[in-house]
């Protein structure tokens, strides 16, 4: 059965709702090859200490490291919200195809800064409101 | 004494070299704090099968664990080549102040993809011909 890209993205949700459960910056990220999850992961800059433990960063070092390959071609990210300039980089310098994003971040979303003009699939406004709850939730509890 | 910075610089060659040695693309950074080396890296894609794993980005976690905080403010970093997309991401993440290039990259460096307005310190120069001569041999080889 092929799974819906609602379903990948609740799966990112998941790992969203597990920064938020430990105090972090509620962001979570999949990676999908062949209809299957082959990495996950939810921002950890604060536990880790590392401005690097972005939720798409921690996917792509699971998945790459699950394959064996430092590329990811035929390999699609979802991501619940629109990725920063750094992470945006690391799916270029992984040859991810395919982009999915729920919410997308104006301020500091990468589409802010960078000019490019390679082919790289970006779609958005998947499973978008529960993302961006989760992320209002999270700044209005800060306050 | 204040060091130099091609002392610094020579640090972050000899980083590269360590890759190059390796079998690595030959680039490598430290990021220096008060006049001393907190952290270094070197490129280590190959080896980690880790897209994610450049030079940059070992030397900014290393350094975020070595004073127990996301923000590197204070910080310089070197590094023998100009940074990709998502290195140069991650520096502003780092909020590092000061970025000391050896050798622009003009092809796959991030000022060829990033429009940013904010104000980041990037010099370049310090012994570029070093960390050219090593990325050249290189790739020579490598035909």
Same mark, same amino acid.
């Given at each position: %059965?092929?799974?819906?890209?609602?379903?990948?993205?609740?799966?990112?949700?998941?790992?969203?709702?597990?920064?938020?459960?430990?105090?972090?910056? /509620?962001?979570?990220?999949?990676?999908?090859? !062949?209809?299957?999850?082959?990495?996950?992961?939810?921002?950890?800059?604060?536990?880790? !200490?590392? /401005?690097?433990?972005?939720?798409? %960063?921690?996917?792509?070092?699971?998945?790459?490291?699950?394959?064996?390959?430092?590329?990811?071609?035929?390999?699609?990210?979802?991501?619940?919200?629109? /990725?920063?300039?750094?992470?945006?980089?690391?799916?270029?310098?992984?040859?991810?195809?395919?982009?999915?994003?729920?919410?997308?971040? /104006?301020?500091?979303?990468?589409?802010?800064?960078?000019?490019?003009?390679?082919?790289?699939?970006?779609?958005?406004?998947?499973?978008?409101?529960?993302?961006?709850?989760? %992320?209002?939730?999270?700044?209005?509890?800060?306050?």
């Amino acid at each position: %059965m092929e799974l819906t890209p609602e379903y990948f993205m609740k799966q990112a949700l998941r790992q969203a709702e597990q920064a938020f459960a430990e105090d972090e910056v /509620p962001i979570g990220a999949v990676i999908v090859a !062949n209809n299957q999850i082959i990495g996950k992961g939810y921002n950890q800059v604060e536990k880790l !200490n590392d /401005p690097t433990a972005h939720a798409e %960063m921690l996917a792509i070092t699971a998945s790459s490291s699950y394959l064996s390959s430092k590329y990811l071609n035929e390999c699609e990210l979802y991501v619940t919200i629109e /990725p920063c300039v750094m992470c945006y980089g690391a799916i270029k310098n992984a040859r991810i195809g395919k982009l999915i994003i729920g919410c997308l971040e /104006p301020k500091h979303g990468f589409s802010n800064f960078v000019q490019d003009s390679d082919k790289i699939d970006v779609s958005h406004g998947v499973l978008k409101e529960e993302s961006k709850i989760l %992320m209002q939730t999270f700044f209005e509890r800060k306050r």
